[in-house]
Nanobody, 124 residues
Framework: VQLQASGGGLVQAGGSLRLSCAASGLTFSSYNMGWFRQAPGKEREFVGVVNWSGSATYSADSVKGRFTISRDNAKSTVDLQMNSLKPEDTAVYYC??????????????????WGQGTLVTVSS
């Protein structure tokens, strides 16, 4: 299984970035897909999740209204659209896959596969 995250970079506060995660080696439409982030010296933090069908998404309060998760099961990709970025959004962003379709989770320990991460830096 491979999850390849891309799209990170340097952006000014108030700007936007779109992250993408391409999956291979798994039946993508059978997995809930989550995004997490980890800032230096901090624990990995839940950002959001989209369920296996794309019919439901949940986001952390810290990004609600600014970040949007979407997926394309035909392309085996999941995206994270980030708007109105703030310096505190600076982190390495990871996509993750969870095979338990019964419900979505915000704990990183529930996820089975992880991408390598992509760095997002928001300057003030």
């Amino acid at each position: 299984v491979q999850l390849q995250a891309s799209g990170g970079g340097l952006v000014q506060a108030g700007g936007s970035l779109r992250l993408s995660c391409a999956a291979s080696g798994l039946t993508f439409s059978s997995y809930n897909m989550g995004w997490f982030r980890q800032a230096p010296g901090k624990e990995r933090e839940f950002v959001g999740v989209v369920n296996w069908s794309g019919s439901a998404t949940y986001s952390a309060d810290s990004v609600k209204g600014r970040f949007t998760i979407s997926r394309d099961n035909a392309k085996s990709t999941v995206d994270l659209q980030m708007n109105s970025l703030k310096p505190e959004d600076t982190a390495v962003y990871y996509c993750a896959a969870d095979r338990d379709r019964r419900r979505t989770y915000n704990s990183p320990y529930k996820y089975d596969y992880w991408g390598q991460g992509t760095l997002v830096t928001v300057s003030s």
